[in-house]
């Protein structure tokens, strides 16, 4: 098995995790915080400069967000979700 193969198991295996109400609350607020932290870290910045850090902030909020948007989808069987017979 390569790497990138073990990567998409573990991915996967990750995926049929289930979930509760307490995880995407938990999850929302998290992101609720990164993105503060983001808009502080990019307004407090002179004109014209920029700081890596927030790109690297800004990849964990996408991802971040993906899973929450991939939970819901599951719980209600939208999206890629749809044909697997309905909510969870």
């Given at each position: ?6 990567t998409?198991?573990?991915a ?14 938990s ?7 990164l993105?503060?932290?983001i ?18 902030l ?6 971040l967000?993906e899973?929450?948007?991939d939970f819901?989808n599951?719980?209600y069987g ?9 909510a969870?």
């Amino acid at each position: 098995m390569t790497t990138n193969d073990a990567t998409r198991a573990s991915a996967e295996a990750m995926t049929n995790v289930m979930y509760t109400v307490d995880d995407l609350d938990s999850g929302l607020n998290h992101l609720n915080d990164l993105i503060s932290v983001i808009c502080e870290l990019t307004f407090e910045l002179p004109l014209g400069e920029t700081d890596n850090r927030i790109s690297s902030l800004l990849w964990i909020a996408r991802d971040l967000s993906e899973g929450l948007v991939d939970f819901q989808n599951r719980k209600y069987g939208i999206g890629r979700y749809a044909t697997e017979g309905g909510a969870a």
